[in-house]
């Protein structure tokens, strides 16, 4: 019995690597399925109940998912109630859309979202430029929030520094560090994020990408 549950791969074995969270994992399956219950959700990600209908509440709320069965809580010709079932109605593409329970956008860690995706999109840039063109008007961003994230993914690798600061002698000459994206080192959609730990754990990965073991321990 053991070696017919080992042979597909199932997604918590991904979670335990840190690789995708349980909502990337329904949210994929949604996309895929299109037409669903929850039901076959479990089945294809082999999440928690719980969290599986938790999540798909909050998403029909929000606009992405539209009730086509089991509105008015129909019963079959035994008794149980028929299972509810889903169409994706609002497909945004692969990132996972955030919202709360009651459908709301999750705001949380949204600047550096911003910041990664735009980091990503611009040739070379200075902290003050990057801030002002991540900056939207429901999510704008200090020019510090982007010089301190700036500064840890330069340590962890995925940027070159093009050209250094300059000090001026007087207000107003100096020029700030430029710096440009390895597009090598695109991971994935989802931002390396500075743990309080101030070490860089890369969620695409999976992994802490700075300071790396070997050296963390010189």
Known sequence: MAATKNKRQPVHHKLRHGHITDRDAVWAAIRELCEFGISDIEDKT????????????????????????????????????????????????????????????????????????????????TARELASTA??????????????????????????????????????TGAQARYRFLKSRYTGPRPPMVQRIRQVFDPNLGEVVWPKEDTAND
Not at 142 to 170: C, E, T
Request: glycine share 10%; aromatic share 8%.
């Open 135 to 172: 900056s939207t008007e429901e999510t704008p961003v200090k020019f510090s929030d982007a010089k301190d994230y700036i500064k840890y993914l330069h340590k962890a690798g995925y940027l070159v520094l093009v050209q250094p600061a300059k000090p001026g002698h007087k207000p107003g």
């Open 46 to 125: 082999r999440v928690a109940t719980g969290t599986i209908k938790t999540y798909v509440v909050g998403l029909a709320k929000a606009g992405y998912l539209t009730r086509i069965e089991g509105l008015q809580r129909e019963k079959n010709a035994k008794g149980k109630f028929i299972e509810s079932r889903w169409c994706l109605a609002r497909d945004v593409g692969a990132d996972t859309p955030r919202v709360t329970r009651d459908g709301k956008e999750v705001t949380q860690g949204k600047v550096r979202e911003n910041l990664w995706r735009t980091l990503r999109i611009i040739a070379d840039f």
